[in-house]
């Protein structure tokens, strides 16, 4: 099952989002194959302001735990953590469940 995750991180946390960003970065890389899209979304400019995650979990008790495991999170970077089951219907890679 496909899940959409959008993360706000904290007003002022962008230090924190740097320091923590490779472990980030390692921590989606385990994940392998079921994450489809990843990245920050951007405050207006060039800096981020928080993550959005296209991922492939059987289920969402799944998801959950596997976010609990965030550097991100860990660290306490963000401010909210919204996530949903996800439909990609336009341009979808193939081989994605339906």
């Known amino acids: 099952m496909l899940f ?8 002022g946390a962008l230090d ?5 960003r490779q472990a980030h ?5 385990e994940a392998g194959d ?7 979304w951007l405050d207006g400019g060039d800096k981020p302001a928080g993550s959005l995650l296209i991922v492939e979990m059987d289920d969402r008790a799944m998801l959950d735990a596997w976010l609990k495991d965030d ?5 306490g970077l963000f401010d909210s953590v919204e996530a949903a ?6 341009n979808a890679p193939e081989g994605l469940p339906a």
């Open 25 to 29: 970065l390692d921590w989606l890389h």
């Open 16 to 20: 924190l989002r740097l320091a923590n």
């Open 34 to 40: 079921r994450i489809k899209a990843a990245g920050p």
């Open 4 to 11: 959409v995750v959008h993360t706000r991180d904290k007003a």
């Open 71 to 75: 550097p991100y999170a860990k660290a």
């Open 85 to 90: 089951p996800f439909k990609w219907v336009i």
